[in-house]
């Protein structure tokens, strides 16, 4: 079997490196990965388990590809341009290959409409498409939205309002199965000065959840207050952990902010970037994780960290529900704060039901992760 992954944003959003490291560890078949930023995935070592390429090419007026995609405009073919721009994927694609479509939540965020226009082609060469892995607001599934998922081959929904969303839309071929992160191997690293292993509570903070909240300001005033809390109130550490490094949507960058009203405590680390499996290394050492992004959060599940989830969207609803029954307590809606203590009063929560979580793990977990192996068993039957 050939893979072809797309459409992947660069491995500076560690979640997206973890979706493609995860899936050919369930799939170790030759793959080709179509990215935005092969250069990042190199950076994160990517190249080491699969073939790096750029899903879009530049189009030269010199090229016999412009001029074809110029006269198809002009004779009222609309995506003529953004066509030729794919073709490394088309010109690469056989009836041979399957085509993941591996975003998670590329669908969450408004009209893919690449994405629609890269299926459509694939589909007309005779390509496999496969929906890998992937959480969709239910009231987006309507429209072109609709037609689309209509058309994939398969469907592996990552949580369960999803794949009930999809069910109720007439949607057949949907499969329920973890997100493959879950299987992420883990790297553990020595640890800096100040992270105490089994007594340090990871804290991940995003721009994308403060671009959420409801009133201004009052995502980084509870971090505040939950990080003096943990200061004041605990003998625990605090490390402040990124999961996405992008310039334009980069964790540091908050977490910075944090670090330096604490600094002076001794009580708080800042973790450097560094690659999933590293990241999924420091988590794995925490005592407790009060996360924003969701592969921060599915790095903990899956070594037994009791996390509290500051969400914003049905991915993080979705996986709580599956794991615990229901995403009370599990999941902080960023939209929902009100108070300054929103957060400490969470992690209060977390921190009297910590051994019954751990318990909950133990009991749970093993057969969670194994089903996360059988999609790859799914994808091979198809």
């Known amino acids: 079997m050939k893979l072809l992954l797309y459409p992947h944003g660069g491995s500076g959003n560690h979640g997206c490196e973890a979706i493609v490291r ?12 179509f990215s935005n930023k092969p250069d990042e995935d190199r950076r994160y070592g990517l190249e080491a388990i699969c073939t790096l390429r750029v899903a879009q090419a530049p189009l030269s007026r010199f090229t016999v590809e412009y001029w074809k ?22 010109q690469e694609a056989t009836p041979d290959h399957y085509a993941l479509s591996i975003g998670g939540d590329n669908y969450c965020y408004g009209v893919p409409a690449f994405i629609y226009l890269v299926n459509k082609h694939l589909r007309k060469q005779g390509i496999k498409t496969i ?27 990552r949580e369960s309002i999803t794949y009930e969303a999809m069910k109720r839309n007439g949607i057949a071929q949907v499969s329920l199965f973890p997100d493959p992160a879950f299987l992420l191997n883990r790297t553990d690293l020595p640890l800096p000065e100040g992270f105490a292993a089994g007594n340090t509570v990871g804290i991940n ?37 990124p999961h996405v490094v992008w310039s334009h949507n980069d964790d540091r960058k908050p977490l910075q902010l944090l670090y330096d009203e604490f600094k002076e405590t001794g009580r708080v680390v800042l973790i450097d970037d560094h690659n999933a499996e590293e990241l ?36 993080a609803r979705g996986i709580a529900r599956d794991l615990f029954g229901n995403e009370e307590h599990y999941v902080l809606p960023v939209q929902s704060l009100q108070q300054e203590d929103d957060l400490v009063n969470g992690f209060q929560w977390l921190q009297a039901h ?25 994808l091979q039957t198809l």
């Not at 429209?143 to 469907?155: A, E, P, Q």
């Not at 994780?289 to 914003?312: C, E, F, K, N």
């Open 69 to 90: 995609a110029f006269i198809h405009h002009r004779l009222g073919d609309k995506e003529a341009f953004d066509r030729a721009s794919f073709r490394p994927i088309f």
């Open 131 to 157: 929906l890998w892995g992937c959480s969709v607001e239910p009231e987006a599934i309507k429209g072109d939205m609709l037609d689309d998922l209509r058309s994939y081959t398969h469907i592996f929904a």
């Open 205 to 241: 903070v995003s721009p994308m959840i403060i671009g959420h909240e409801g009133t201004a300001g009052m995502t980084l005033l509870n971090y505040k207050k939950l990080v003096r809390h943990i200061i004041n109130i605990t003998d625990m550490q605090v490390a402040l952990i």
């Open 22 to 33: 995860s899936t050919l560890k369930i799939m170790p078949a030759g793959a080709t990965l």
């Open 280 to 315: 999924k290394g420091f988590i794995a050492r925490c005592r407790f994780l009060v996360a924003a992004r969701t592969h921060a959060s599915i790095a903990a599940y899956s070594t037994q960290v009791p996390t509290l989830v500051m969400g914003y969207s049905v991915k």
């Open 354 to 378: 910590e051994e019954e979580i751990r318990q909950h793990y133990r009991t749970f977990m093993p057969d969670y992760l194994a089903k996360a192996l059988q999609a790859g068993q799914l």
